[in-house]
Each structure stands twice: as C-alpha cells, then as structure tokens.
C-alpha cells in the first residue's frame, strides 16, 4: 500500500536556525508529493508541492526536492522564525484504483520555534 | 472568497448523541473529502465525494455517514456518537481528482464525545 513516514517531533529550534523534517514515503506508482502545513487553531494549506522526479517545490523560503531515488521529499529551511511554528505534514497523492486519487498523509511533526 | 467553511467549529456531545457536520465550499470543486485528526495519527480519511450525489469509503468509515446533494456541501453525519470518535474533523475539496491536484481545508471542528 501507499504510506508516508515522516521523523517523529515535536522540534524545538532557536530563531534562524537551520531546519530539516524528514519524509520518506512507499508508493505503488509514481505519487505527486506535496508539503502542508497547520498553524494554531486552523486548517491544513497547501505548503508546497512536487510532482515529478528532481523537481523541487518551493514556497516562503522551504523547499523540498523529490528523490525518487531515495523516495524521499525532506522539507528544509534556511533560517526559521517564530511565525513558522506549525505542524507540517507530508503527503502523496496517487492514483489508488479506480479514478481515485487519495491525499495519504504523514502522522505530522511539530515545529516549536523559539526566540 | 471563503473557500472551505465548517460549521461548527466545537461541539461537546454524549454518548448515543447524534449530530451532523455541515462543510460548504465555493470554489465549484467537483471532489470533497472529510478526514479526522487523531494525536499521533495524522489524518485519516473517513469518506468522500467525487460529485453531487456520489459518496465513497475511505479508510475509517465506521460510525458515521454522508451525504452529498448539493455540490457544494458534504455532510458528515454521526448517528450514535462514541467516545471513540473524539476527534478534530477536518472537510477538504479539490477541483478534481487529478494526482497532481492540492487540496483545500477548512478549519476544522474539534469534537469532544462524553
């Protein structure tokens, strides 16, 4: 089946600290991968996204660089603020049979920026 | 533009309690889902929709059910609420069912089940 392992949390960093949050995932097929994320109190968005081998998603300085090679999708940023506190989640979306194409997600990893 | 809206937001219910979980969305999107949010979990999905009228299972159907007659809503119904389904319960929609297609969500109704 299709699952997606993401490094267990919570994450504690100092203000412009370098972060990585590690996502592997198992396919049967070739996934688009994306990145979501979940501040305080709200809903799920749309972080960034990749959809095919080597291409990399970007998007308020985080990126990912899917290695399908490695099924890998690591989400990375240069230096965090305290504004990026949030759980991220990854997530793969394939063709599950049928026409169906599920979002299937990781358990999530939370991110605790402090000053 | 509001995008996905749940109502409501919170909800304490009792054990045998019924209730039903309204999402509305106005991006005309063709496919909407209902996850729930579980600590340690991630989401999980319960059921979803690929058009009016249409409903399907999704990993964790038990206990509740759907119901899809106007395109921009999906109801989540809960017949015989159980503690076990305390939960965060989050609606989502796409444009369609594309593999490269994001999701939008709403915000989320935290349910509490005593």
């Known amino acids: 089946g299709n699952s997606v392992t993401q490094m267990e949390g919570p994450v504690t960093l100092s203000e412009e600290a370098f972060l990585t949050i590690n996502c592997t995932y198992t396919?049967?097929?070739?996934?688009?991968l994306f990145w979501y994320v979940q501040y305080p109190g709200e809903g799920l968005q749309l972080l960034l996204k990749?959809?095919?081998?080597?291409d990399k998603g970007s998007n308020k300085g985080f990126e990912a660089t899917y290695r399908k090679e490695t099924t890998s999708f690591h989400l990375e940023k240069g230096s965090v603020q305290v504004s990026d506190s949030a759980v991220y989640f990854c997530?793969?979306?394939?063709?599950?049979?049928?026409?169906?194409?599920?979002?299937?997600f990781g358990k999530g990893t939370k991110l605790s920026v402090i000053p | 533009n509001a995008g996905v809206t749940q109502t409501p937001k919170f909800r304490v219910l009792k054990t045998g309690q019924s209730m039903t979980l309204l999402c509305a969305q106005d991006m005309n999107h063709e496919y909407m889902y209902w996850y729930r949010q579980d600590p340690g979990m991630g989401l999980r999905l319960i059921h979803y929709?690929?058009?009016?009228?249409?409903?399907a299972k999704g990993e964790v159907p038990d206990g509740y059910n759907v119901s899809r007659l106007k395109k921009q809503n999906f109801l989540l119904g809960l017949e015989s609420a159980a503690p076990s389904q305390t939960s965060v319960y989050f609606c989502?929609?796409?444009?369609?069912?594309?593999?490269?297609?994001?999701?939008?969500f709403g915000q989320g109704t935290r349910l509490t089940v005593v």
């Open positions: 990749a959809t095919k081998a080597d």
């Open positions: 997530a793969l979306r394939i063709n599950s049979g049928a026409g169906s194409y599920q979002l299937t």
């Open positions: 989502a929609s796409s444009y369609r069912q594309g593999w490269n297609t994001e999701a939008f």
């Open positions: 929709s690929v058009g009016e009228g249409t409903t």
């Open positions: 396919a049967t097929g070739y996934p688009s």
